[in-house]
Structures are given as C-alpha cells and as structure tokens.
C-alpha cells in the first residue's frame, strides 16, 4: 500500500510513447511497465522522460501526481497539453 492508504494502481500495457505513459498516470496509475516497446524502441525510456518533463514544464507543475488522477477516476489533465 502506498503511504496515503492507497493501494498503488499498476498499468501495463500499450505504452510505446510519453503520451500514453501520461494516459495511464492521467488515470490513477502511480507505476507503469515497459515490455514489448522496448524490444522495437530501444530509446523509449528517454522519449518517455523527456515528454513527461517537457508537460510538466509546460503547465508549470512540480510533480506527475499533481496530473495524475486519484485512483479509479479517469479525468485528470489532458494531453497533450498546450
């Protein structure tokens, strides 16, 4: 369990991009797994870091948790962000 009392949500899967990392965070996941992307996109990790850090500089946010949504609730920021 995560330190709030939350059990941490985990997503797997469909992950080939920052944009679809940013999905499954946007929808509660607190930890996301790479597999089969990695083999065809051997950079992806670096992709998916710079993107994810290039939105939070962009809306002016510290943190991912401050897009994520809480778990189960599936409105948190769009992407991508303009």
């Known amino acids: 369990m995560s330190g ?3 059990i ?4 797997v899967g469909g992950i080939d991009s920052g944009g679809a990392a940013l999905t499954k965070i946007r929808a509660g ?21 710079n993107d994810l850090s290039s939105t939070l500089l962009r809306t002016g946010r ?3 948790s401050e897009i994520s949504a809480p778990s189960g609730d599936d409105h948190g920021e769009d992407w991508p962000v303009q």
């Open 62 to 64: 510290d943190a991912l």
């Open 8 to 11: 941490p949500a985990d997503r």
């Open 29 to 49: 996941a607190s930890l996301i797994q790479l597999y089969s992307s990695l083999i065809y996109k051997a950079w992806l990790v670096e992709d998916i870091k």
């Open 4 to 6: 709030r009392g939350r």
